[in-house]
């Protein structure tokens, strides 16, 4: 699941325009559900198909002062 963290990491770091694209594959097993909820955000999810997840993560401007993921 360390993939799953970096990806959201590596997205919320994000310097330039745009949203960082993230695709999810066996989301029908709890502990990447667990993980892409915690981390990627529900509300970031574009789209499902079967196990796949897409979901688009925009830059975070301010890391400092957040303190959660979603």
Same mark, same amino acid.
Not at 14 to 41: Q, S
Not at 48 to 65: A, C, K, M, Y
């Given at each position: ?10 997205? =919320? ?8 694209? $993230?695709?999810?594959?066996? $989301?029908? =097993?709890? $502990? #990447?559900?667990?993980?892409? #909820? #915690?981390?990627?955000? =529900?509300?970031?999810? $574009?789209?499902?198909?079967? =196990?796949?997840?897409?979901? #688009? ?14």
């Amino acid at each position: 699941m360390a993939a799953v963290y970096s990806a959201a990491v590596m997205a =919320r770091g994000r310097k330039g325009t745009g949203v960082t694209h $993230v695709f999810l594959y066996d $989301v029908n =097993r709890k $502990v #990447e559900k667990v993980y892409a #909820e #915690e981390f990627l955000c =529900r509300k970031n999810l $574009v789209k499902s198909v079967g =196990r796949l997840w897409h979901f #688009e993560i925009p830059p975070q401007t301010n890391l400092i002062d957040a303190p959660a993921f979603c």
